[in-house]
């Protein structure tokens, strides 16, 4: 695992500080999610050395010489959050000629889904700052991270209607409108509370705690989990959520 004041934009260093123990043109960078408010956020970092001074990109890392790509994606999200326990996916490798100014670099870009109540941010000692951003009100990200975050959603679009992953993003026990708002976040649209309810009930996926909300200054709501099996077997064979 790599020390917090080691993480870093693995392209960003202008003295070009590459570590012994890693590879020269190989990188990894991760599209961290969470959802807090109902908005679908990414952690960026703003760093201070290099080309990347005071500026904000995704976070990532250089790849060990003994390490395959997703052992060094899960290392960068697990030193970067906090959180163990995660959905973990990969993206795509993002490798034009020029992508990165100095010299050829390739990235292989993971996203993972996160429970912000899980979150616990390390801070190294080469970012100004790392912080959460609405993905709908991005800043000016350095190299070709926009282009990065902006094919990750249109693929999470696709995943969320045939796959259960927006799930990984819920405490164990939630409401229906933190689903749903999941699923608005997303697929960027506003969803009608009747049908959707009717057609992830149809799924048989979620079971009724018969609890409620505790502490909330609004109407209590019922609380769900989702079937362990159920949730295994939309994994593996998947599902078409129309909308």
């Known amino acids: 695992m790599i020390e917090p004041d080691k993480l870093l934009a693995p392209e960003m260093d202008k003295e070009e500080y590459l570590p012994d123990d890693c590879m020269k043109n190989i990188s990894v960078d991760n599209l961290i999610f969470a959802m807090e408010d109902g908005?679908?956020?990414?952690?960026?970092?703003?760093?201070?050395?290099?080309?990347?001074t005071n500026k904000w990109g995704l976070i990532g890392h250089w790849v060990k010489l003994d390490e395959d790509l997703e052992t060094a994606a899960y290392r960068v999200v697990t030193q970067a959050t906090g959180v163990k326990n995660f959905h973990l996916d990969q993206l795509a490798a993002f490798g034009k000629v020029n992508r990165y100014p100095l010299r050829r670099i390739?990235?292989?870009?993971?996203?993972?889904?996160?429970?912000?109540?899980?979150v616990n941010i390390v801070q190294g000692e080469n970012t100004l700052?790392?912080?959460?951003?609405?993905?709908?009100?991005?800043?000016?990200?350095?190299?070709?991270?926009?282009?990065?975050?902006?094919?990750?959603?249109?693929?999470?679009?696709?995943?969320?209607?045939?796959?259960?992953?927006?799930?990984?993003?819920?405490?164990?026990?939630?409401?229906?409108?933190?689903?749903?708002?999941?699923?608005?976040?997303?697929?960027?649209?506003?969803?009608?509370?009747?049908?959707?309810?009717?057609?992830?009930?149809?799924?048989?996926?979620?079971?009724n705690c018969k609890e409620k909300q505790k502490d909330v200054a609004h109407r209590a709501a019922t609380l769900y989990r989702f079937d362990i099996n159920v949730y295994e077997k939309l994994k593996d064979f998947g599902f078409n959520f129309e909308y």
């Not at 908005?39 to 080309?51: F, N």
């Not at 390739?106 to 899980?118: A, H, I």
């Open 39 to 52: 908005k679908l956020k990414v952690l960026l970092a703003k760093y201070k050395q290099g080309i990347a």
């Open 106 to 118: 390739v990235t292989v870009v993971y996203y993972s889904l996160v429970r912000m109540e899980e």
């Open 129 to 207: 700052e790392v912080a959460w951003f609405d993905v709908k009100t991005l800043p000016e990200l350095i190299f070709d991270h926009n282009e990065i975050v902006d094919s990750c959603l249109s693929h999470l679009k696709y995943k969320v209607r045939h796959e259960p992953i927006g799930f990984s993003l819920l405490p164990e026990k939630f409401t229906l409108l933190q689903l749903q708002e999941i699923y608005e976040a997303i697929l960027d649209v506003k969803l009608d509370k009747p049908n959707f309810r009717r057609k992830i009930q149809k799924m048989n996926l979620l079971i």
